[in-house]
């Protein structure tokens, strides 16, 4: 549960899952595809019925997240819990952008607890974040993946509503990600804490660079002799406009307000930069994590339309890396 919060409680949401693989009817055949196991749920949030859209991966389930409420107000506590078993494959997302309404006073927050067992893969892709003006929201993520798993983990944090010109207006965001393996050992921890500014400090909106102020991070978790060659595939897709070799050391790209921690110790990444995945006008980058346990992708996008088709460029990255096949044009049902 969430350690601190600031104001009384609001509706507090559950989602907790559990995906394993199971045979085929009749036992014939051996495994068939990832099916539900455990399902536990408490208003406002929801899960649809598990489908099977992609024919390249037959077997894997792709999980819809409702929250039927349609967003964050004052004091709404959501936590969701996924455990893929070993073997397992998931994809999950939301039925649409979570929406986090602006706040006279305290604060709204969730908690993503995402654990991929032996030989599992596990994509958490939801629709992106939209905070409004005067909103005041907090994220803890933690993911745990055996060193044999795949864990892809996918966050777009819009500017706010574009009709009404908001421009990072919220009052507090911010978003902790921590990763372990199953018996704990800490992988790293990125925080990104966007408002408010610290004491003295400029607002988000006037530093970010000009007409990009849509941002994504991808964190991929994968085994420790695939991350090198993850990011080798990757890095091409980012390359410095000025012809800069892919890989190059440098300072890992950050987000503004981003922390990265490897149990206090600090760490040179191979990174890349520049023009992202042949979209234009984003800014992106690519660093191997801590202990090359993953890697790290960030961007800035002008807009939000842009950031979906840039986020989505690193999932076809990811996905032809992985498999060796395309990822599927995902539809709402």
């Known amino acids: 549960m969430f350690e601190v919060w600031d104001g009384p409680t609001g509706k507090d949401g559950l989602l907790d899952l559990t995906l394993g693989v199971v045979d085929r009817p009749g036992g014939a055949g051996g495994p068939w595809r990832t099916a539900l196991r455990h399902y536990r749920h408490r208003s406002p949030l929801q899960l649809g019925r598990l489908l099977y859209p992609d024919p390249s991966c037959p077997d894997m389930a792709f999980v819809y997240v409702a929250m039927l409420s349609g967003g964050f107000v004052q004091g709404d506590r959501m936590t969701q819990r996924i455990v893929l078993q070993p073997g397992a494959r998931a994809h999950v997302t939301t039925l649409a952008a979570t929406k986090v309404y602006g706040m006279q006073r305290h604060e ?92 003295g400090a400029p607002p988000l909106s ?38 800069s070799p892919p890989g190059r050391p440098a300072a890992a790209p950050g987000t503004p307000g981003s922390r990265t921690e490897d149990e206090g110790a600090t760490q040179t990444c191979r990174s890349s930069s520049g023009p992202a995945l042949g979209q234009s006008g984003v800014l992106a980058g690519c660093s191997l994590l801590p202990g090359d346990c993953g890697l790290v992708v960030r961007l800035l996008a002008p807009d939000g339309r842009t950031g979906r088709r840039a986020m989505h460029a690193v999932w076809q990255s990811v996905r032809r890396w992985l498999l060796g096949v395309d990822a599927p044009d995902v539809r709402k049902p």
């Open 108 to 199: 709204a927050g969730q908690r993503i607890d995402l654990s991929a067992g032996a030989g599992a893969l596990l994509e958490w892709w939801p629709d992106p974040v939209i905070p409004f003006r005067q909103a005041r929201f907090r994220q803890e993520v933690t993911l745990t993946a055996d060193p044999h798993a795949v864990l892809l983990y996918g966050d777009l944090l819009l500017p706010g509503r574009a009709a009404r010109q908001e421009r990072h207006a919220y009052d507090a965001y911010s978003s902790r990600v921590t990763a372990r393996r199953p018996d704990g050992r800490l992988l790293f921890a990125d925080t990104q804490c966007l408002a408010p500014p610290p004491a």
């Open 206 to 243: 006037s530093i970010l660079p000009l007409e990009r102020d849509t941002l994504g991070t991808v964190y991929v978790l994968a085994p420790q002799a695939q991350a090198r060659s993850l990011l080798a595939s990757l890095a091409p897709g980012l390359a410095d406009a000025s012809g």
